[in-house]
């Protein structure tokens, strides 16, 4: 299996446990991501650039200064609510996870709409996350048929 055909099947495996979506930013270099892989509804990402909500986002600014994952409801510094916005765009519950290995940091953020992840879904996800982490490391770009597929998925695809 290829590791675009592994990577697929991983974003796949997000996908369903993350029903609501998600976002991932990957070996990021100062504020910019090599890659960001968005699969939140279109609605949330285009209220989400129009008001600039990357800069306030709580998640972003955890998935930054730490490793680990952290539910979104524990995330209580939200003077922009962020995470208020989020959930009348119907992402009510969610999670980040972030990690760093040899001087690159990795996040991302997933959600629900129906309820908390569970403890398994959480470790699951990070294991998702460090594993794309690790299977990107090396990667300059994507083939356009694995940016085809990504859109197939309802994932859209950025490079830094």
């Known amino acids: 299996m290829s590791d675009v055909t592994q990577m697929l099947k991983r974003l796949e495996h997000?996908?369903?446990l993350a029903p609501a979506g998600y976002a991932?930013?990957?070996h990021i270099r100062y504020t910019t991501p090599t890659f960001l892989l968005?699969?939140?509804p279109k609605a949330w990402t285009t209220y989400y650039s129009l008001h600039a909500l990357v800069m306030a986002d709580p998640t972003v600014s955890w998935g930054f200064s730490n490793d680990g994952s952290c539910r979104w409801s524990d995330l209580t510094d939200d003077p922009s609510?962020?995470?208020q916005?989020?959930?009348q765009h119907g992402l009510h519950y969610g999670i980040v996870c972030a990690l760093e290995t040899d001087g690159s940091r990795s996040f991302g953020s997933f959600a629900r709409a129906d309820r908390e992840f569970?403890?398994?879904e959480i470790d699951e996800l990070s294991e998702v996350l460090s594993e794309l982490h690790d299977a990107t490391k090396s990667v300059e770009d994507l083939s356009p048929e694995a940016i085809e597929?990504?859109?197939?998925?309802s994932i859209n695809y950025a490079k830094g």
Request: avoid cysteine; glycine fraction near 8%; hydrophobic fraction near 50%.
């Open 14 to 16: 997000a996908s369903g």
């Open 24 to 26: 991932l930013a990957f």
């Open 38 to 40: 968005q699969a939140y």
């Open 81 to 83: 609510r962020v995470m």
């Open 85 to 87: 916005r989020a959930a």
């Open 118 to 120: 569970t403890q398994d």
């Open 149 to 153: 597929a990504l859109r197939g998925m």
